[in-house]
Structure formats: structure tokens, C-alpha cells
């Protein structure tokens, strides 16, 4: 069984110890006087590491020997360095999933967008700065599936002397969901892609990096939480699954929702949580005042409107488990195993009461700053297609063609050379263009009975935003090959999520009920299965910024474009010279 927990606090011996061991032991709190930041600095090594998951032992790419990776902890306004030196035959780049990177672009880290991939035997240093925010977020590789095991948690702790706006839990606990293939996830993308069919799916979910007892072979393969009664306990749950979100649930427990995307939010309660994959939510666990006899299983499985058998549909658990009182003559193996319930996997309704109860904190300490007025408003469809067959070749996708997938029906294609470098060089000529449509270029009944055309566009086109530029975005999901929910990321930023719904986007009607006053403020949104999302933000962040579904095949598939925001007059306003030490392709 492992246990994973950030014990609160840390004694002053141990924080002696801890500053003269910063290089070896890196990742662990450090004092600091009140008011001040300081500067953390971490060593990514990557590594292979054999790893045995359901009885099949394979070698993963690794950070450190770790699976999932190393944990990256800092506080509000802290900086980070995290040098990363490759040492396997991939290349890597690692994308630090949420935070703002302001004028850091450099440091943002997805694959030919912000910088080229750090190539066997090479390193590169990323550079940023915490600012604004505060909760939970994550790291992963971020060029093709490598991320299946190549992932772990960023903890932003509040400024030195600054409180939670919630009693200080007893213990702080990091969840990430992931998703585990016996097979090579670089070789089941890579056949996906030659034969244009649906990718393999995976064998089983994981919660910290176990798949738990409900798989064969896997039952000391259990995450387990050891807990006392009558305590608080702060989970900071990750959704780092590839390809699907998933239900969360703890037997005969309810939780409090208090932050999302490292943003405190109004709490709530509830028995059951929804999290898509690049999502991140804390939640309060509040454990029972006594002994309760009995320990209880932690569940997550998928939700997905897709068709039966394109996901795996299978259940990953973990064990809660209280402290047995010493003269308890019951054995922790002899009590019951309690079970939670969960929605049904396609419970749409569910999905869109659950993801309306998210608002913003919008006090005085936590403001709400929701842009009121629009510069510029974009309706992108996003959604699924298809791209013809090459000649001399069998395809296995619909009707012989291959899978596909795209926003406004341009499926992006990846440049060999970083988008962000030629942007600062002014060498784009030859690699994009900035003629990305603002809206689809032939409307049609998005969610009704698709139309007969399927194909997709190809091509490598950016949106131009001049600095400071207030956007409004609708998301809207077609039925194009199958209605999906698609969460879509928007790296260098935070945004708004100001409405959303089923059916096709009104521009009459629905606007008028748009929350401009409390909205939840994410970097990941799920667009409804058949809807449509609706978001706000502020181009206040020079460089080039992708945007792409979270589900992993999609995003292979095209289903991703990016904003390039112009620099602004101040001086801090504008994007600097890249590190001397970007990696070139």
C-alpha cells in the first residue's frame, strides 16, 4: 500500500535541515520571513524506469525514477527553476499546466508552440514566477503521449502569514488520477495516427500511480489515505488521465469543493465530484468524529458520452482508511469495505448541474475581475472529422477515411520549429499565418444530424490579439463522427466561464443570462456533449498561447489552435529575449 501526504506543519528542525539540503531534496517547503518570495530550484532528470502495473512490467519514461513525478511545491509569488536534463531517446518538453507564465512565455513548455523539444542529451532551464494564484496545478510532458506517465502535482501554497479562506486542514493530501497501458503509449498514438483509426484504449486508471483493487493482479497495487476521526484533510485532486474524464467519489463521505484551477471558489458540498482531464479541484474531507468500523473504498471511473467500447470503461479505487484505536480489538482486514455510487457513465444532466455550482469567491480579497465590456468575440465549433485516405493506403477511420479533428473545421498542424521563436525572430513567413476564421466559414446544425461533408482543413493558422484585447469566445460542440465533451485548455491564461448550455449557441438570447458577476475562473473548460461553453479573459500576456482539447487523442487528432498576443508599450508588457539556452530543432 503507499500513502501520500503533506504533513502541516513541518517542525523547525526539519526546516533547518531542509535549507542546507535544497539541491538534494528539492520539492519540500522551506521558510521564509513574512511578505517575501524566494527562489525554488528543482532537477528534472528523465529517465527510463521499469514499472509493473496488472502483472506486466514495462519501462516508462520517468522523472527522477518517479511515477507519477516529483512534486513541485512553492508559494504565491515564489519563482521557479526547474532545470530539466533529457536523458532518454525521446524527445521531451514539459508544460507547467496552469500557470500564468506572465512574460515567461519561454517557460510554458508544449512542443513547437513555445519552444523546441529538448533532444537526447540535452537540458533546458524554465523560468517563472507564481503570481495570483494559489491552490493546485500540474506539470506534464507536453509532446505526444508521453504524458501518459510523465506527470505530477504543482502545490501553491498562500503567501507566508496569509490563511486559506477556510480552517487550516489538519494534513494536505495530492490525488492525481492517471490512466495506465501495458503497451507503449508512443506506439498505440502512433498506429492510431498511420491507421486513421481510434487509438487502443487503456487498461485501467490509476490514483497516485496504483491501479487499485478492482483490477486483476492488482490488489497491493492500492493507493491507500490513512486518516484520524475528527479531522480535516485537504485533497488536491488532479485529473492527469489521458483521455477521459471521471467521476470521484468516496464511500459515505461528502466533501467541500474550495478551489479550481488554483482559484478559491464559493464552497460547496457534495458526494460526488466530475473532473476532466487538465482540471484540477481541492476539496475539504472532513473525517467521520469517531471510529467508524468499516473502511471505504475512493472510486473513479470514466463519464463519456462516446459509444460503448471507444473508452475504457473500468473503475480505479483506493482505500480510505481510519486510525484503528489502540485497544480496538477489531483488525483493519476484518472490516467491511464499503462502496460508493456513482452517476451513470453518460449522466449528461449530471455533468451540467454538478460543473454549475462552481463560482468564484468575487470579495474583496478574491475579486471576480470578469470583463464587462467585449473587444473581440470569436464563435469557434469544436468537434470531430475526418481527413481522406492517402492513396495506395487502407484506412480504418469512418468510411475509410482517417480521424480527424478540429476548430472551426481547421485541423492545426504542427510546425517543425517553435511558433513563439519565429513570432520573436520575424521569420513566420513559410511556417503560419494569422487568417485563423473567427467564425465557422458555413454554418449548420451543430448538434442536429451531421452534415454530409466531413472532411477537415489542415494547416498551421494563429488569431493576432493586440495587448490587452478583452475577448469573448463561445465553444461550440458539433455531432460531427459521435457528440463528445471536449475540455479545452488555454495556456497563459485564466478565463471566465460565463455561460453554457445545450443545443446550438443563440446570440440573441442567450447572452442575457451570462454570469458577469461571480463566474468560476479556470484554464480548463468542459464543453458540453451536444452544447456549448461560453468564456471570457484578458489578452494581457504577450507570446504565443495554445489552445487544445485535453483529451489526448483529439488533440493528436487537430483539435487545437493558438492566440498570438501582441506586445503592449510599457516595458513590462513586452515578451523578452528567449534564455540562451532554448533548445533549437
Known sequence: MVSNQIPLPISMAALLFLVTALWILPGLVLAQPAGTSITRHYRF??????????????????????????????REGDRVVVKVVNHVKNNISI??????????????????ITQCPI??????????????????????????????????PIIILPMRNTSYPFAKPYKEVP?????????????????????????????????????????????????????????????????????????????????????????????????????????????????????????????ARPYSTAAAGTFDNTTTAGILEYKRPSKSPISIKNLPLLKPTLPMINDTSYFANFTQRFRSLANSQFPANVPQTVDKRFFFTVGLGTNPCPKNQTCQGPNGTKFSASVNNISFTLPTVSLLQVHFNGQSNGVYTTDFPTQPAFPFNYTGNPPNITNVSNGTKLVVLPFNTTVELVLQGTSIQGAESHPLHLHGFNFFVV???????????????????????????????????????????????????????????????????????????????????????
Open 95 to 112: 508544460h507547467w499546466h496552469g500557470v500564468r507564465q506572465l512574460q515567461s512565455g519561454w517557460a510554458d513548455g508544449p512542443a513547437y
Open 175 to 299: 490525488i492525481i488520477f492517471g490512466e495506465w497501458f501495458n503497451a507503449d503509449p508512443e506506439a498505440v498514438i502512433s498506429q492510431a495516427l498511420q491507421t486513421g483509426a481510434g487509438s487502443n484504449n487503456s487498461e485501467a486508471y490509476t490514483i497516485n500511480g496504483m491501479p487499485g483493487p478492482l483490477y486483476n493482479c492488482s490488489s497491493k497495487d492500492t493507493y491507500k489515505l490513512k486518516v484520524k476521526p475528527g479531522k480535516t484533510y485537504l485533497l488536491r485532486l488532479i485529473n492527469a488521465a489521458l483521455n477521459d474524464e471521471l467521476y470521484f467519489s468516496i464511500a459515505n463521505h461528502t466533501v467541500t469543493v474550495v478551489n479550481a484551477d488554483a482559484v478559491y471558489v464559493k464552497p460547496f458540498e457534495t458526494s460526488v465530484l466530475l473532473i476532466t482531464p487538465g482540471q484540477t479541484t481541492n476539496v475539504l474531507l472532513k473525517t467521520k468524529p469517531y471510529f467508524p468500523n468499516a473502511t471505504f473504498l475512493m472510486e
Open 119 to 152: 533532444q537526447t542529451g540535452q537540458s533546458y532551464v524554465y523560468n517563472f514566477t507564481i503570481t495570483g494564484q494559489r491552490g493546485t496545478l500540474w506539470w506534464h510532458a507536453h509532446l505526444s503521449w508521453l504524458r501518459a506517465t510523465v506527470y505530477g
Open 45 to 74: 532528470d528523465i529517465v527510463m524506469k521499469n514499472v509493473t502495473r496488472l502483472c506486466t512490467t514495462k519501462s516508462i519514461v520517468s522523472v527522477n525514477g518517479k511515477f507519477p513525478g516529483p512534486r513541485i511545491i512553492a
Open 499 to 585: 455561460g453554457q448550455g445545450f443545443g446550438n449557441y443563440n446570440s440573441s438570447t442567450d447572452p442575457a443570462n451570462f454570469n458577469l458577476v461571480d463566474p468560476v475562473e479556470r484554464n480548463t473548460v468542459a464543453v458540453p456533449a451536444n452544447g456549448w461553453a461560453a468564456i471570457r479573459f484578458l489578452a494581457d500576456n504577450p507570446g504565443v498561447w495554445f489552445m487544445h482539447c485535453h483529451i489526448e487523442i483529439h488533440l493528436s487528432w487537430g483539435l487545437r489552435m493558438a492566440w498570438l498576443v501582441l506586445d503592449g508599450k510599457l516595458p513590462n508588457q513586452k515578451l523578452p529575449p528567449p534564455p540562451p539556452d532554448l533548445p533549437k530543432c
